[in-house]
């Protein structure tokens, strides 16, 4: 009997052993549930929105926002109330969409067209055709700043020798015209019959062959003035946020010599 009870206190020592280190090892590696944070809907951007441009289902989305962080004012907790509306300057994806990031075609007290509803006040759009070559090999899109550069071939007289100007032949030169213009749209607009208007803004696959610029009243003629008169106009493309306007001499064939030492004949040049 006290043989068989020493192995009936040794197996229960064994097993009180076993027991306590199973449950040392639960409670090491069970982790309690996190804890439950309450959170509301917020529409942000999936995917980038130029600045000016309508809004698209797919561009947006609904995340769980935590109640714990405050929800940003403005923020919008259904995507119907943000689609279709135009975007007044970019977002960038992850971010919050604002109502004073967007305009609402619906609760203008007039009808107009989305190009008219993006345009600043007291500036108008003009389209201006352009090629290949002159639209940064087509990589100027909707919302970016360009500058616009020309080239002038005027026909100088001897009257015009005579008083004391250039000599008689044909005067070129080139210079910026205009700097910091906001490139409204690219190719046809989304509304318009043309067989590349896409609902997107964007031409098919970069192939325009005009672009939609924002000038003020003044500009628009002197562009229209150039467009008949200048034997290029090229734009420009400036770098993002960049808005600063730098003086520019005009470049002739005196320039050139000047700058480069040539010595290119420069009557009537």
């Known amino acids: 009997m006290r043989k ?20 040392y090892w639960i409670l090491v590696n069970t982790k309690p549930p996190p804890p439950t944070v309450p959170t509301s809907k917020l529409v942000i951007a999936f995917q980038p929105v130029t600045e000016r441009s309508e809004i698209a289902a797919d561009q947006i989305g609904l995340v769980d926002w935590p109640q ?19 975007a007044k300057t970019q977002i960038s994806p992850g971010q919050p969409i604002l109502a004073d990031m967007l305009l609402d075609k619906s609760k203008v007290n007039e009808f107009h067209s989305n190009a008219a509803l993006i345009l600043d006040e007291r500036t108008r ?14 990589a100027v899109q909707a919302g970016d700043r360009v500058d616009l550069v020309v080239t002038f071939h005027a026909n100088v007289n001897a009257s015009q020798q005579e008083s004391g100007g250039a000599s008689s032949g044909e005067l070129v030169t080139t210079h910026h015209l205009m700097q910091d213009v906001l490139v409204l749209q690219v190719g046809p607009w989304p509304n318009s019959d043309a067989p590349n208007a896409q609902n997107s803004g964007q031409a098919s696959e970069n192939n325009y062959t005009v672009v939609t610029l924002q000038l003020n009243l003044q ?7 150039a467009q008949l008169n200048a034997a290029d ?7 993002a946020n960049d808005h600063s306007l730098e003086e520019t001499e005009p470049v002739t064939l005196e320039y050139i010599n000047k700058r480069f030492g040539y010595g290119f004949p420069t009557s009537g040049r």
């Open 4 to 23: 068989s009870g020493r192995i009936l206190f040794v197996l229960g020592f064994v097993l009180a052993a076993f027991s306590a280190l199973g449950l």
């Open 68 to 86: 714990t962080v405050p929800t940003p004012t403005g923020g919008y907790d259904s995507s119907s109330e943000v689609v279709g509306k135009f």
């Open 125 to 138: 759009a003009v389209a201006l055709p352009v090629k290949i070559d002159t639209s940064v090999a087509q």
């Open 219 to 225: 500009d628009v003629e002197v562009l229209k003035f």
């Open 233 to 239: 106009v090229s734009l420009a493309l400036r770098r």
